[in-house]
Structure formats: C-alpha cells, structure tokens
C-alpha cells in the first residue's frame, strides 16, 4: 500500500471527524483520487472487495456532505457514549433504590443540574487543566474545510507550507 493512499485516507477520516464544515466540491475530489488510486494498488488482488463503508464515503463522500445539514463529525455517537458512563455511575452512586420511579427521579434530576450552563463550564474549565489538549489538524485537513470565522482552527506547524506566496 502506497504511502500516498494511506496519507489520503488519513486527511478524509481526520476531515469528516473534525466537526468543522467541509467543502464539499474539495472533498469530492480527493475522495475520487483516493478511490482511483486504491483500484490502482488493488486492481491485482481480485479476491479483496472494496470495504462498504470505504465505498460509500470515498463514492458518495461529496454527496453526503453537501447534504448533511451539520458537520459530519458531530453526528458521532462519542458524545451519547460518554454520557452511558456517567449515567451508569449516577444510577449506582447517587440514587435512590426504594422503586423504580425513585431512582429514575433521581437521575433525572440529576442530570438536569448537570446540564446546567455554569456547571458545565466549570466542568470543562477542571478538564482542560489536566493537561489534555486538542490535538491540532494537518494542513491537508485544514485545505478541506470551510474556515467563516478565519484562523479559528488549530494548525500542526510540522505539517505546514513554508513557501511565500
């Protein structure tokens, strides 16, 4: 596999991850390169199928941009799964076990708090000092995206072009 093929996979996952808006007509086009240069690397290999989901994106990638109304990247189910972890710890840590409809109530209401602007402000305040950053994305991914507010993104500097324009 050519390191050309992996690096562009890499930019079109890391795109459609990043919760930015995507250009589409850019993004369609490095999806049909990188769909051209697989059939080149596997036109010998007749026993290995292009993979569904590698097919839909890289055939049908501008399309489900142009029509998704949110970025692509906020659609994932990271957010829904993280909150499974915290929703078990409530229900086992902090409710009542007298019936059902206690525990429930209990767990409602404690979400509703959580929930709450200041709260989650302070949660995320506590989070960013524990040192875990964002990770910034490559240039090749910034090129794909859609940037209304002008350097909002963070860039990778090793990835970046030195040349003067």
């Not at 890289?58 to 906020?74: F, S, T, Y």
């Amino acid at each position: 596999m050519s390191a050309e093929l992996v690096k562009n996979l890499h930019t079109i996952w890391s795109t459609m991850a990043s919760g930015y808006e995507i250009d589409a007509e850019k993004f369609g086009q490095i999806c049909k390169e990188t769909h051209a240069l697989y059939f080149d690397e596997t036109k010998g290999a007749n026993w290995y199928n292009i993979p569904p989901t590698l097919h839909k994106v890289l055939v049908h990638g501008q399309a489900l941009v142009e029509k998704c109304p949110i970025p692509i990247g906020l659609t994932n189910e990271e957010a829904s799964e993280a909150n499974n972890k915290i929703l078990r710890n409530v229900k086992m840590h902090h409710a009542r076990r007298t019936s059902w409809t206690d525990g429930m109530s209990d767990l409602f209401n404690r979400m509703m708090d959580s929930s709450d602007p200041v709260i989650l402000e302070h949660t995320r305040k506590s989070k960013n000092k524990k040192g875990k950053q964002k990770k910034p994305l490559l240039q090749d991914v910034l090129n794909l995206l859609k940037s209304p507010h002008g350097g909002e993104f963070d860039i990778d500097s090793s990835d970046s072009d030195d040349s003067d324009e």
